[in-house]
């Protein structure tokens, strides 16, 4: 095995869950471990004409490339940027008239970076792609059916002068990235918009209650320079203070999940069996499926399963109607929920936690500002509940919860919120990347605000009136 070299990580046999990665030395709170380029990256099919296939921001007028007229590009500095990794795909696009799928793509762009670079392109790369887990073996009847399916497209798309390889092995090269392909997000994080491939990430093993998560750094576009930009990374973050010799962990599911649950999806999509603190002893899982307790009465719990029970059913009723845009109907259905949930289910229950996130954020994009704050607020007390204190998706929440009372005019709460979530983003995201910045601005405008609202509270209702929202907050409240 080819091993390289990382300051702050080294591989490690870890056991029954096989490789991992340990810290070198001591690490504290928001440092980087380690940042890594992809190998390979597609932007999804759904967006391939709203995202840049550089730098994956998402932008509101994109250039087209000319040859395969698929690829989108901010600008002729991310197109040049990406060509070396677009050019063969250029033109198998062009040969075939259209474009395949992401994973037909994404399969595509490794083979065709291996055979350029090898399956290792930096000293710091621990491990071949090739040498990556597939678990091909481990698929059910119908994951085996659906790679088998991709194989298929993938030989019509790959040109016959190429290089060829065996069914097997273009097998192999779909199960490395079904297991270890890694969602990225647009710029703000509100949305997933690709999938691609990091080696060094592939090492880190799962953990419900980890001691690191991982971000897209979109890279900075803004140097006179070209050759200066940087590119699009994934950043390793610590969490917490680590100990040297710690294994390092990342979350591969969101957290708000029982944990039969959890173990359940990570059994599914990566093939082990999670028996993490958090699963083993099955940690807030109380919290999750809690009644509410009012002045000490309980409801039954057979009160408790019907409710429960209502509260799915509604819930997929929700989504169908937010899919298709009818956010009359998704608050008409959010309140018939909350109504069934009241005195029965806690604020920390996952059922009422969901129906209060989707109405705070449904009512603020229709910019009834102040009974989403309502609910904006018992959602975030729930998840610090739940959450890791350093999680970042309790950041971004407790972040659109104080946007969201700042804008109903709450500001001495939403100030407070903002500066909350403001120090878990540092963390989880450091001072550079777009997300914080743009707290920063908002920290600052907000602060601004308190303090002419102590001052003189008439004078500043009256200010809030005539000037018009900051434009950068209200992407984070309306998507």
Known sequence: MTVGRMESAALFDAGKKGRGLRATKELSAGIVVFSESSFSA???????MQVCHSCFRRQAKLHRCAQCKFAHYCDRTCQTACWDEHKQECGAIKKAGKAPSENIRLAARVLWRMHKDTGIVSDS???SVDQLEDHVADLSQE???KLQTDVHSFLEYWSCGRKQHSVDYISHIFGIIKCNGFTLSDQRGLQAVGVGLFPNLCLVNHDCWPNC????NHGNQSALNSALHSQRRIELR???KIAEGEELTVSYVDYLNLSADRQKKLKERFHFECTCEHCSQHINDDLMAAAADSE???PSADKVKEVTSFSKERLEKIERSRIKGDYHEVLKLCHECLEKQENVLADTHLCKLQVLSVASEVLSYMKVFSEAADYARRMVEGYMKLYHPNNAQLGMAIMRAGVTHWHAGQIEVGHGLICKAYGILMVTHGPNHAITRDLETMRTQTEMELKMFKQNESVY???REATSKLKSSTQYISQ
């Open 42 to 48: 597609v932007v999804f099919d759904s967006l391939a």
């Open 125 to 127: 790369q621990l491990v």
């Open 143 to 145: 994951d085996l059916k």
């Open 213 to 216: 998560t991982v971000i897209l």
């Open 238 to 240: 610590a969490l917490r």
């Open 296 to 298: 000490g009465a309980k």
């Open 461 to 463: 209702h009256t200010m």
